[in-house]
């Protein structure tokens, strides 16, 4: 089954402490995406990738990073630098450009303790 | 600024009573309207992509239209499994910027 995959579906993150969230797609897409979801705002972007090796900053890229080392996988790490982690963070992945219909994983929620 | 207004918020139908979602939008240039349907804990599920007004794409008991300045989900005869909170998003022309909605939560009773 071709699709995206985001682990893990729960994180917890101390105080000060960096985590990464991982996604993988095997749909062959060269666009990869963050979204960061919270109650009674739309999606916003944090990052985006076009292709492996280069990616750009969305809306809400302080306190985050991503790598984009392989087609099919496009981590990003909360650092502690981001003061209110706490949000349901969303990948997705398109077949070329930002122009092009997204595809969403099932998300992973992060929660602060 | 590119903005994207879903109403209404909430929306309670009983089974069978059929009804219009709404989205308008102000993206500059929009080059594409994306309808999406996310159940609770889940990620978005796309269901349509309008590209110019007047175009209409259906999928089972969901037809999505688009004008110049709003695009309307229509759902009709809906059943409990409808039930969900469906997005919309803008594709504005010049920035290749896509703005989401809050979404609209739409509850069918049996």
């Known amino acids: 089954d071709g699709g995206i995959t985001q682990s893990p579906k729960y994180l917890f993150r101390k105080e000060g402490q960096n985590v990464t969230l991982s996604c993988e797609q095997n749909?062959?897409?060269?666009?990869m995406y963050w979204y960061r979801q919270d109650p009674g705002q739309g999606l916003r972007l944090i990052y985006y990738s076009q292709i492996v090796n280069d990616f750009q900053k969305g809306d809400i890229a302080e306190g985050y990073s991503v790598s984009r080392e392989k087609k099919e996988s496009f981590p990003l790490t909360v650092t502690s630098a981001q003061k209110n982690p706490t949000a349901f963070y969303l990948c997705?992945?398109?077949?070329?450009?930002?122009?092009?219909?997204?595809?969403f994983g099932p998300g992973t929620r992060l929660l602060v303790l | 600024e590119d903005q994207v207004t879903q109403s209404p918020e909430a929306l309670r139908l009983q089974e069978g009573e059929s009804s219009s979602l709404n989205c308008s939008y102000t993206v500059s240039g929009l080059r594409g309207l994306f309808w999406y349907r996310q159940d609770p804990g889940k990620g978005p599920e796309f269901l349509f992509t309008l590209y110019s007004a007047g175009e209409e794409k259906e999928k089972e008991r969901l037809k999505a239209t688009l004008t110049k300045k709003e695009s309307f989900l229509h759902i009709t005869a809906p059943k409990p499994e409808d039930s969900a909170t469906y997005l919309c998003a803008g594709l504005s022309g010049g920035y290749q910027k896509v703005t989401f909605g809050i979404g609209t939560k739409l509850q069918v009773i049996p």
């Open positions: 749909l062959n897409h060269d666009a």
């Open positions: 997705a992945s398109s077949v070329a450009g930002i122009q092009e219909t997204q595809y």
